[in-house]
Nanobody
Framework: QVQLVESGGGLVQAGGSLRLSCVASGRTFSTYAKGWFRQAPGKEREFVAAIGWIGGTTYYADSVKGRFTISRDNAKNTVYLQMNSLKPEDTAVYYC??????????????WGQGTQVTVSS
């Protein structure tokens, strides 16, 4: 079992930055891929970014490419999402996820409880 706890959400003005953190506990953190998803009100949960456990290859949704950066620190069992140049349309609950493989759908094995990000215009 893997437990995931997100933090770092909050209210920020458009153009600002936030860094989300996701701390994992349980099974060997380093052997799981990690991902970030988000869900805006009235919309389905969507893929944001992911990082592989071999080599740290990263993947991004087109909507965040160039603005968001995903990274991991296996020694701290933590994955980060650095979000720059935030836009009002980035407003959503952000979820951390873990699985043995990366996919762009919601079929990840483990999920955190989510953290709210609100971007004001």
């Amino acid at each position: 079992q893997v437990q995931l706890v997100e933090s770092g959400g909050g209210l920020v003005q458009a153009g600002g930055s936030l860094r989300l953190s996701c701390v994992a506990s349980g099974r060997t953190f380093s052997t799981y891929a990690k991902g970030w998803f988000r869900q805006a009100p009235g919309k389905e949960r969507e893929f944001v970014a992911a990082i592989g456990w071999i080599g740290g290859t990263t993947y991004y949704a087109d909507s965040v490419k160039g603005r968001f950066t995903i990274s991991r620190d296996n020694a701290k069992n933590t994955v980060y999402l650095q979000m720059n140049s935030l836009k009002p349309e980035d407003t959503a609950v952000y979820y951390c996820a873990a699985d043995r493989r990366i996919s762009y759908d919601n079929n990840w094995q483990f999920w955190g409880q989510g953290t709210q990000v609100t971007v004001s215009s």
